[in-house]
């Protein structure tokens, strides 16, 4: 088993959700494995009482799960009779004086808006969303920051049952359209401005470009500058009282997007009762949130952890909007303080950031617990990529030590996680602590079989909630299917490469169609990566696979750290390190140095996009990355040129 690193205090974990949770089911809170047998056997109980124990606000109706013989996962459907706004569950919780949103941005300001003030402000935009003609199943767009604004117009949207759907205001022309373009928004909320590391930027004029290309579009409306023609959100609507329109479980909410790497993004179509069952279960019980926490992701408003993040209202806790860098460049260097400045004056409880993020901190040499008081901060959390196991050890040693970490994994499809922390779980070197309550998670080896200890397909076997209703558009139920359910019949097939532990937790390795394959054998990217973080003169790194005549040959890429040199003697280390603690196996058969490293304009690092343009091939979607010319670089990388 892996070193255990932080184990809960016994006093403090009786009090936990999931303890009582899992007595009032029937179970010791220390059999989490019989607890979770029962979530997915015996789904109908399971997610009922999860309704009942986080106070779900809406009509359940008599029937809990209703399965589908010929379709198994499919064909579910849970609560067909229920009906519920979103909406309301997250503003129906807390008085009037409780604090709903702390906001802050690059400068430091800290603003906050009561419950009463967050309802007063969504209830005068829905009455202007009205008056637009918006009615239920509308589609309703933004393209703003992560600010106050963005939330109010978000929570009027689904106040009314219609959906909303959004993208981060730093997205280009092309990423915007590829985006909302596909799903008819009948009103549009902007921001002409946004300020990111120390800039302001006007995307006036690509805002103007994007209203041209929607002709469905009823109203504009800016938040912040004005734009020629749009309404200004601030006086958008007048005083009114705040309604809500409760749907059916499987009325659409969210529609978010797939990275859109290997094609146009796909729309994926999210039920209103999946979400916020799924989000109260992991905030709640998972995350032992609850009132008067604080709780912030930092995220864009166009990625999955922004609707993860807002959901916490529904518990009653604030949200912690940040909207800006998180490490800013200075004349003095890198500022590496904005997120954690905020947690210690926002007194936050649960903190969400990438190992990306990590990374950069520690290669920083920023030490979060010396430079800041975070004595409030009880949870912190990653996802986005693989957390690699020198940076649990580094967490503990530069942020605190008597807190949860949880490394956890899901995704935009199903708006939530399958492998996740706990709070009554010791937390493990590498490992993601549990499977999440409700999801039947599986690790397939070649023969479809389920394996512990050993890599293989993750897969989930049982229906649940927060499984997509649809893509959005023609075909989109085939699309869907194809997606997760052509390898498997009736059974989800994430598209990551996983391990199952003894303990109970995982290992997550990478996407599956970043597996390298040299030889006909399967290995991860990960190991390699953790090899490549321990390297200071290493600023970035990727690995692929390049084809050769008739086999498949490792490719390392790396971006060396401003004022470093990679040559010939580091790279021989690097060789030798990752024979000595991967195998050989994985050592690259190229090393190549370069300027930059793709990724989307999400932030998450594309092996695919390298190794297509490596390779020769076209890589579709360009609009999807921040950097796409970075790929002319590996279009023109050869064995000759290798270190």
Not at 69 to 89: D, I, S
Not at 302 to 325: E, K, N, P, R
Not at 539 to 549: I, N, P, Q
């Amino acid at each position: 088993m892996s070193e255990i690193l932080w184990q809960p205090n016994p006093e403090a974990a009786a009090t936990t959700a999931l303890v009582r949770f899992a007595r009032q089911a029937g179970f010791e809170p220390d059999d989490y494995e019989a607890l979770h047998r029962w979530s997915v056997s015996d789904k109908g109980a399971f997610w009922s009482l999860v309704w009942d124990f986080c106070e779900v606000i809406g009509d359940k109706g008599n029937v809990a799960f209703r399965p589908d013989e010929g379709n198994w996962m499919t064909g579910a459907r849970f609560f067909p009779e229920a009906n519920l706004n979103l909406a309301e569950n997250l503003l129906l919780r807390g008085g009037d004086a409780d604090v709903a949103i702390i906001a802050s941005d690059e400068s430091g300001a800290v603003n906050t808006l009561t419950r009463r003030e967050l309802r007063g402000r969504v209830a005068r935009v829905a009455d202007g969303l009205r008056r637009c003609g918006v009615v239920p199943g509308d589609r309703v767009a933004g393209v703003q920051g992560n600010t106050p604004d963005a939330l109010v117009a978000t929570l009027a949207t689904l106040s009314l049952g219609a959906v909303w759907t959004s993208c981060s205001p730093d997205f280009g022309l092309a990423a915007i359209l590829d985006r909302i373009g596909q799903v008819q928004p009948k009103v549009l909320f902007v921001s002409p401005e946004y300020r990111y590391g120390g800039k302001t930027h006007d995307i006036s004029e690509r805002i103007a470009k994007v209203v041209e290309e929607l002709p469905d579009l009823a109203q504009v409306v800016s938040s912040g500058a004005t734009l020629p023609g749009a309404a200004n959100q601030s006086e958008f609507g007048e005083t009114a009282e705040l309604s809500f329109t409760r749907v059916p479980f499987d009325h659409p909410a969210y529609i978010l997007y797939t990275s859109g790497t290997t094609g146009a993004p796909k729309a994926i179509v999210h039920r209103t009762g999946g979400v916020i069952l799924q989000h109260l279960k992991e905030h709640i019980l998972h995350g032992d949130v609850r009132p008067p926490d604080r709780v912030i992701w930092y995220t864009n408003t166009a990625w999955m952890m922004y609707h993860w993040q807002i959901s916490a209202l529904a518990t009653g806790a604030a949200v912690v909007l940040y909207d800006g860098a998180p490490v800013i460049k200075s004349e003095n260097g890198l500022d590496c303080s904005p997120l954690w400045r905020l947690v210690s004056n926002a007194s936050v409880t649960h903190l969400g950031v990438s190992p990306k993020y990590l990374s950069v901190l520690a290669a920083e040499g920023f030490l979060p617990g010396e430079r800041h008081t975070l004595d409030s901060l009880r949870a912190l959390l990653v996802c986005g990529a693989p957390c690699l196991p020198h940076q649990f050890d580094w967490v503990f040693d530069s942020v605190k030590r008597d807190m949860m970490f949880a490394s956890i994994s899901g995704g935009t499809e199903i708006l939530g996680s399958f492998l996740i922390g706990s709070p009554i779980h010791p937390v493990r070197r590498g490992e993601l602590s549990v499977q999440a309550l409700g999801h039947a998670m599986s690790v397939l080896d070649e023969r479809n079989a389920p394996v512990t200890g050993k890599r293989g397909e993750l897969v989930c076997t049982e229906p649940f909630p927060s499984m997509p209703l649809t893509f959005w558009g023609e075909d989109g139920k085939k699309r869907f299917h194809d997606t997760y359910f052509s390898e498997r019949t009736e059974i989800w097939t994430h598209g990551d490469i996983a391990e199952m532990t003894i303990s109970g937790g995982a290992y997550v390795h990478g996407r599956s169609d970043s597996t390298l394959n040299p030889g006909g054998v399967r290995i991860g990217i990960s190991e390699i990566y953790a090899v490549c973080e321990r390297h200071p003169e290493i600023e970035d790194y990727v690995v692929f696979g390049a084809r050769t005549a008739d086999d498949e040959e490792i490719v390392l890429a790396l971006k060396p750290a401003e004022a470093a040199n990679i040559d010939a003697e580091l790279v021989r280390r690097l060789r030798a390190d990752i024979r000595r603690d991967a195998s050989p196996r994985h050592v690259p058969a190229r090393i190549h140095v370069v300027s930059a490293i793709p990724y989307t304009i999400n932030g998450k690092r594309v092996e695919s996009a390298a190794r297509m343009a490596a390779n020769g091939d076209a890589v579709r979607n360009l609009g999807s990355l921040a950097n796409p010319e970075c790929l002319d670089e590996f279009a023109g990388l050869s064995r000759k040129g290798a270190l």
